[in-house]
């Protein structure tokens, strides 16, 4: 099974503002990732209401025919960390999404048919998911949490940290 580090965005009923990130996504220069740079998967932005950007090269046992066609990057955690936040800013360029993280599949773990999974509400409620983005709309049906800051308007998040290994 493959793992890829990435930013998944779920934007809930709205697809209009998927397929704009889509656009937004397949036209993107590659990111910074420290001194170095990684182009995007177009092909990995998914359909309908959810969109995943998911760096060339960034994972672990990828498919035959993504790894025949990338070259593996090995980075560091500073690196990794650096990709991260270049993720963020590219979603700070998008809109109309409800749920957004930036990790190893976080998305994949956190949401749950365009909700936040409950089994993660003890986390949310410590303030421990960070980099978790949510719409101020999904923020006030949240339970009472701590760890929230404005991300950009109309956005909350819990912090990004960085990432501690790869």
Do not use: K
Not at 21 to 27: F, G, Q
Not at 110 to 131: H, K, Q, R, T
């Amino acid at each position: 099974m493959a793992i890829y580090f990435l930013l998944d965005i779920d934007f809930g009923t709205n697809v209009a503002e998927a397929e704009a990130a889509r656009r937004l996504i397949r036209a993107c220069p590659p990111l910074r990732a420290g001194a170095r740079q990684a182009s995007l998967h177009d092909s990995l932005v998914g359909e309908g209401s959810r969109v995943t950007v998911v760096p060339r090269g960034v994972g672990y046992a990828l498919p035959v025919e993504l790894a025949e066609r990338t070259r593996r990057l090995d980075l560091t955690a500073e690196e990794l960390s650096a990709l991260g936040w270049s993720l963020y800013d590219l979603l700070r360029q998008c809109t109309g999404y409800r749920l957004a993280a930036v990790g190893w599949e976080l998305g994949e773990i956190w949401f749950e048919n365009g909700e936040l999974s409950p089994e993660y509400a003890d986390d949310l409620a410590a303030g421990g998911l960070p980099g978790l983005v949510v719409s101020d709309d999904v923020h006030r049906a949240l339970p009472r949490s701590t760890g929230f800051e404005p991300f950009e308007p109309g956005y909350q998040w819990m912090p990004y940290r960085g990432e501690t290994s790869t």
